[in-house]
């Protein structure tokens, strides 16, 4: 079962949540979402929450309500439909928390116009003013990502951490 150390994970959905500066009622997508633990926190905080999975049983296995809504989708670089994950409107908040899809985590993506074009879909579903943030775990070797690094607090979010704004 996925409720392992519920408070504790609780605790830290909050800090994640604080850091980021959320604020509900929001329109929030969780990119690699786990077991959900941070998707929960921000549903029981006024949020409505989409949560992206490669696989679709750690949120299914998870049982926390209230439910998220679960979208099973996986990044493979160049070519992946990202428009799926628009869902009723443009997203608030576009959070993937310690993700491993890049290769220095043994994930697929390793060029760097993939993370361009991840960055610029991305963006295409987030509202004007609205916050993409990014956290890998190992640190991420992109070029391209180096623009929009930002130094945050311990390893809560990643080990590298990128916040996008969209301007327009």
């Not at 909050?14 to 990119?31: H, R, S, V, W």
């Not at 439909?81 to 890049?102: F, P």
Request: glycine letters at 12%; aromatic letters at 12%; hydrophobic letters at 30%.
């Amino acid at each position: 079962m996925w409720l392992y150390d519920y408070e504790e994970r609780m605790k830290e959905s909050k800090a994640i949540a604080e850091l980021i500066g959320i604020q509900g009622p929001n329109y929030i997508l969780e990119i690699g979402s786990g077991s959900g633990h941070l998707s929960h926190y921000l549903t029981k905080n006024g949020n409505t929450v989409f949560a992206t999975n490669a696989e679709d049983d750690r949120l299914k296995d998870c049982h926390l309500d209230p439910y998220v809504k679960p979208v099973y989708w996986k990044y493979e670089g160049l070519g992946t439909n990202i428009n799926i994950l628009q869902r009723y409107g443009l997203y608030d908040y576009i959070i993937a928390n310690g993700n491993a899809m890049h290769s220095e985590s043994g994930g697929e993506i390793s060029k760097e116009e993939d993370y361009e074009y991840l960055v610029k879909g991305l963006l295409k579903i987030t509202k004007p003013g609205g916050e993409i943030w990014l956290g890998f775990n190992p640190a991420l070797g992109s070029n391209f990502m180096k623009q929009y690094e930002i130094e945050t607090p311990g390893n809560l979010i990643g080990t590298t951490v990128y916040k996008i704004v969209r301007s327009q």
